[in-house]
């Protein structure tokens, strides 16, 4: 599955993204992560894109809604990816429009933006 989130103790999710990510599949995640926040849970997302093709494309991946929804709701958001995605990966985690810090650190660096998140 090129998409998996699993949820750990201390509100930590981490999510692994793998080829292309379709729309569908991270809809399905997102509602599930939704829920646990309107449960009162402060997730810290480690996001981690490994042969990571992009987005699809042809969908409609500007849906803010949930961004506005939840956009208290996350405490800290790491992205481990290639340089190349970091643009677009800190603009689909909306850097700049949440409270919640982003921060995009290289491959190989997994356990250094684990350990951020929980600071």
Known sequence: MPLQIN???????????TGLLRQ?????EQKILGGKMDTGAKPRI???LEDFQGWERGKDWDDLDYLFAHSNDVAKIAIVAEPRW??????FAGAGMRRAP???FPPGE??????WIKS
């Open 86 to 91: 970091e643009a677009q990966a800190l603009a």
């Open 102 to 104: 982003v921060k995009v």
């Open 7 to 17: 949820y750990e103790p201390d509100d930590i999710c981490v999510v692994r993204a």
């Open 46 to 48: 480690l996001a981690i």
């Open 24 to 28: 569908s599949e991270f809809t399905a």
């Open 110 to 115: 997994v356990e250094q933006a684990r350990a």
